[in-house]
């Protein structure tokens, strides 16, 4: 293992160890308090600008493998774990987390205390850092951060999301035959803008009975608009993404085009918050963001608390309720993690109801967009 270097823009300097790729990152700094599936959070398009601190101390005990991607590639700037361990053990594995990082130019920092990272990002909230293999000195290694552009003023969209469309193919996966199921007959058809969607997301509206066509954040509105009145497609899903959602100006109008045209939309994660903006409500930063599998929503239709996975710095704002009505609220702080437009054509979910590896309570949200298209 190599030396590695972290500087804070608190100016907390750290020295660890690396394992990954040998290089110099700069990104913004998050916890996230999942007990497992980490190959599904680094190859998360939503991580994209961001270095993942682990609060699960034993990281790359069971390696990787290709049918656990989430997509075609790695996309944070960098992994931060108390342990790394590189003797992996698992029937399915096929190569171990640092050769993997080294592959997509992946900075990998271990044999330091994530407690205290962890502790610090609550009390003072996610903000931007350096790490290096590197470079050494502080002073340096500050001037580096100073001058490189925050996470905030960067459209990461651009580089996670497809660049060609396609139909996608896949179900949810098999565990018992150790494969993803094939596309069932489809009982209707969508476009789905892809902002740095996760491919569980795909397969999970797939299995729903939609027929999926993936398109680029490039779209246009009123292309959609005619296959709509044509009846080619009878809705359109905007997904997940990594950065802030106000940078993306020429989405948030796409998107109004949309609303106005009364087209059936569902939004998760970004796609959320893209359609609060677009209805006249900005969203705003959270402190330290949700980050894990393991928060609990509350449905407010059933009453019931489900688990669920989050991955978001964002949020939308409390005055959205004059024209929407909350379904789903976070218990750890009462933010909206539902919403259902009055309009009656519109709804979104905060969290990521694929949720995975898991848990699963909340992927019902699937079939409640195909019932909003059947209607």
């Not at 490039?218 to 950065?243: H, M, Q, W």
């Not at 918050?273 to 929503?297: C, R």
């Amino acid at each position: 293992m190599r030396d590695a270097w972290i500087y804070l823009e608190n100016g907390t300097y750290l020295s660890a160890k690396s394992f990954g790729a040998d290089t110099t990152a700069v990104g913004e700094i998050v916890f996230n308090t999942s007990m497992s599936g980490y190959q599904e959070i680094i190859t998360d398009p939503s991580y994209a600008g961001q270095f993942v601190t682990f609060t699960m101390p034993e990281i790359g005990n069971v390696g990787v493998n290709s049918e656990d991607m989430e997509s075609s590639s790695a996309h944070c700037k960098g992994v931060i774990v108390r342990q790394y361990q590189s003797h992996y053990s698992n029937f399915r594995a096929e190569e171990a987390l640092h050769t993997f990082l080294e592959k997509h130019g992946i900075i990998g920092i271990c044999d330091i205390d994530t407690r205290f990272i962890t502790k610090m990002l609550r009390t003072e909230g996610a903000m931007m850092m350096i790490a290096s293999t590197q470079v050494s000195d502080k002073e340096e290694l500050k001037k580096i951060l100073e001058s490189s552009p925050r996470i905030e003023e960067v459209n990461y969209i651009e580089e996670v999301s497809t660049k060609t469309s396609y139909v996608h193919k896949n179900g949810i996966y098999d565990p018992f035959n150790f494969r993803y199921n094939d596309a069932p007959a489809a009982k209707a058809k969508i476009a789905a803008i892809d902002f740095g969607v996760k491919r569980n997301i795909l397969n999970e509206l797939t299995e729903a009975g939609l027929e999926v066509e993936v398109l680029p954040n490039s779209f246009s509105a009123d292309t959609l608009i005619a296959r709509y009145d044509a009846k080619e497609i009878d809705g359109v899903f905007l997904s997940n993404g990594p950065g802030d959602p106000l940078v993306l100006k020429r989405e948030q109008e796409e998107i109004k085009k949309l609303i106005n045209r009364k087209i059936p939309l569902f939004g998760i994660c970004l796609g959320h918050q893209l359609l609060s903006i677009a209805h006249g409500y900005d969203t705003h930063k959270l402190k330290f963001g949700h980050h894990g599998g393991n928060h609990p929503v509350k449905n407010v239709t059933t009453g019931m608390v489900e688990i669920t996975a989050q991955n978001h710095n964002y949020n939308v704002p409390e005055s959205v309720r004059e024209i929407a009505t909350v379904t789903h609220i976070n218990l750890f702080d009462n933010t909206i993690e539902g919403l259902r437009y009055n309009s009656g054509h519109v709804f979104s979910v905060q969290h990521h109801p694929e949720s995975s590896p898991g848990p699963k309570e909340s992927r019902y949200i699937f079939n409640e967009f195909l019932q909003l298209l059947q209607r």
